[in-house]
């Protein structure tokens, strides 16, 4: 009864449980605990790491690839990747020109797309296929599978979903579909990338090929999980924090004063790009990033497997082999993390003396916690605010049709709007931009 809206249904029972924790049960071996308590969440992620795996139900839904060596470097925006970072502006700005409407989740979603096939593997997607189309079926496809994904953890009867895998009917048939897409298109580009050469291993793809021991199959999962990573969660993230944006006037207008006094302080033009030192220095960016976050985590749960028998801080017991889930986006909306003022946006929280706040990864977990930190958590940050800082001083946003009720969940492997975000664009006056 509850699928359509199973996030705002598990935060309303976390919130009404004593410790902010339930145990629930479906028919079977369908046993399990969720929580939104930061000290249960200590406890998986850091405290008793080792007694709760991914398991093999999300293994083989979710293979991410976590790369050791890979960190981002103080230059990393100084070579010729950073005149890619503005790019997303020249493509809202035809239609602007026009003032006609567009889907800024879809753009957002290209740009990270195309970002995360030049940086991650020096591939153009515009390249595979011969006829352009094939970056395009791709997306389409890649968004039908993680959708029909996730949506195998809705079933109140787990074994249905075995009974149509093995009937080859209705849902699963659709996921076979897209599956075989996305990896025709992730061997494509491997190809692709093989044909150019390996020799520098300048990308995160040719450092893997180097390697004989990896397979083609491994290869293939290193490719699905990286735009996985760098595509829908960067995208999933700014396209809720320029929704939530847009009902805030009082907000952007204390980024636009951020943004206009490190111009100035740098002897900066509007035709300048941010340097990294510069995406630093925007705090009161960072917060409200960090505000939407908060309220739209990207991956909205994250489930764990009980390796034995255990007790969790707050008492509950949990059983061997039963799944564990802690709850990112309940924890949002809970008043004993946040206070009376949970639901709203508000990045004044995060901010102390004029600097962002950091928050602890257990009251603040969508970069997870523990051995399994988010690696790119930094990168992630430098590339949103980057995007959010090109848009927000170029361009004045009109959200169609979702101000009042709000955008609708839908629920993938990440936090997407159902139906995209429909913006009318205007170019910004000068004039317009706060002075000091």
Same mark, same amino acid.
């Given at each position: 009864?509850?699928?359509? !809206?199973?996030?705002?249904?598990?935060?309303?029972?976390?919130?009404?449980?004593?410790?902010?924790?339930?145990?629930?049960?479906?028919?079977? +071996?369908?046993?399990?605990?969720?929580?939104a308590n930061p000290s249960n969440v200590e406890h998986m992620l850091k405290t008793n790491f080792e007694n709760y795996p991914k398991g093999e139900r999300f293994i083989a839904l979710r293979r991410l690839s976590r790369p050791r060596n890979l960190q981002l470097r103080r230059g990393a925006?100084?070579?010729?990747? +950073?005149?890619?970072?503005?790019?997303?502006?020249?493509?809202?700005?035809?239609?602007?020109?026009?003032?006609?409407?567009?889907?800024?989740?879809?753009?957002?979603? !290209?740009?990270?797309?195309?970002?995360?096939?030049?940086?991650?593997?020096?591939?153009?997607?515009?390249?595979?296929? =011969?006829?352009?189309?094939?970056?395009?079926?791709?997306?389409?496809?890649?968004?039908?599978a993680a959708t029909l994904s996730s949506g195998r953890f809705m079933y109140a009867i787990p074994i249905l979903v075995k009974i149509k895998r093995f009937l080859?009917?209705?849902?699963?048939?659709?996921? +076979?579909?897209?599956?075989?897409?996305?990896?025709?298109?992730?061997?494509?580009?491997?190809?692709?990338?093989?044909?150019?050469?390996?020799?520098?291993?300048?990308?995160?793809?040719? !450092?893997?090929?180097?390697?004989?021991?990896?397979?083609?199959?491994?290869?293939?999962?290193?490719?699905?999980?990286?735009?996985?990573? =760098?595509?829908?969660?960067?995208?999933?993230?700014?396209?809720?924090?320029?929704?939530?944006?847009?009902?805030?006037?009082?907000?952007?207008?204390?980024i636009l004063k951020e943004l206009e006094n490190i111009r100035v302080r740098n002897g900066k033009n509007m035709s300048d790009a941010f340097t990294f030192d510069e995406l630093r220095d925007m705090h009161y960016l960072h917060a409200a990033i960090s505000e939407a976050l908060r309220l739209y985590p990207p991956v909205p749960v994250d489930s764990k497997a009980c390796l034995k028998d255990d007790i969790m801080p707050d008492g509950t017991f949990v059983g061997k082999g039963w799944l564990v889930t802690y709850h990112t986006y309940a924890m949002g909306r809970m008043e004993s993390i946040w206070g009376k003022n949970c639901r709203e946006f508000l990045p004044e929280r995060w901010m102390e003396n004029g600097v962002c706040r950091q928050e602890s990864p257990f009251r603040f977990p969508v970069f997870h916690g523990g051995p399994r930190f988010c690696l790119g958590k930094d990168m992630a940050y430098i590339q949103m605010k980057s995007i959010a800082a090109s848009v927000i001083e170029r361009f004045e946003m009109e959200v169609v049709g979702k101000k009042e009720k709000g955008p609708q969940h839908l629920l993938s492997l990440t936090l997407r709007i159902s139906g995209g975000l429909p913006v009318k664009l205007r170019k910004r006056s000068v004039d317009a931009t706060p002075t000091n």
């Open positions: 009864m509850n699928r359509h !809206r199973f996030l705002d249904w598990t935060t309303e029972i976390l919130t009404n449980c004593a410790t902010n924790t339930a145990v629930f049960r479906r028919p079977g +071996k369908g046993q399990g605990v969720i929580t925006l100084e070579g010729p990747e +950073k005149n890619r970072q503005p790019r997303v502006q020249h493509q809202v700005a035809s239609a602007s020109e026009t003032a006609r409407v567009l889907d800024l989740q879809d753009i957002l979603e !290209r740009f990270a797309f195309d970002n995360v096939c030049k940086l991650a593997f020096d591939v153009d997607p515009g390249c595979l296929g =011969g006829d352009g189309t094939a970056g395009a079926d791709f997306m389409r496809a890649f968004e039908n080859n009917v209705g849902s699963e048939r659709k996921l +076979k579909e897209a599956i075989r897409t996305v990896h025709e298109f992730a061997d494509e580009m491997i190809r692709c990338r093989r044909e150019q050469g390996t020799e520098k291993e300048d990308d995160l793809l040719s !450092r893997f090929m180097a390697k004989e021991e990896n397979s083609p199959e491994f290869l293939r999962d290193i490719v699905i999980s990286f735009i996985l990573a =760098g595509r829908d969660t960067t995208s999933s993230a700014l396209s809720w924090f320029f929704w939530l944006l847009s009902s805030k006037p009082e907000a952007e207008r204390n």
